[in-house]
């Protein structure tokens, strides 16, 4: 079956870096764009980047770019996002996600907890 596996958070002071992994299984994990989402709770996930199939095209929402990076290692079905001068507003709940077109269906991680603060 499709699983998401995202490394643990964790607590980091501002200014700090942090990357996250997500170990994925049950697809062809080269053929499929993943991107990370956020969320406090309560509140809606937000997009914060996407990462092609290849890698070779990313996006990043304006709160986060030039801080984060996207990457993936298809020899090792892994998407990563690196996390550096991290501020109290980027502490949520980080989610990994994929679209399966052949099963119309999207697939999420388990979430991890980022919390920035002194």
């Known amino acids: 079956q499709v699983q998401l596996v995202e490394s643990r958070g964790g607590l980091v002071q501002p200014g700090g870096s942090l990357r996250l992994s997500c170990v994925a299984s049950g697809f062809t994990f080269s053929d499929n764009a993943m991107r990370w989402y956020r969320q406090v709770p309560g509140k809606e996930r937000e997009l914060v980047a996407t990462?092609?199939?290849?890698?070779?095209?990313?996006w990043y929402v304006d709160s986060v770019r030039g801080r984060f990076t996207i990457s993936r290692d298809n020899a090792e079905n892994t998407v990563y996002l690196q996390m550096n001068s991290l501020k109290p507003e980027d502490t949520r709940v980080y989610y990994c996600?994929?679209?399966?077109?052949?099963?119309?269906?999207?697939?999420w991680g388990q979430g991890t907890q980022v919390t920035v603060s002194s």
């Open positions: 996600n994929t679209y399966l077109p052949e099963f119309k269906a999207a697939y």
């Open positions: 990462i092609s199939s290849t890698g070779g095209s990313t």
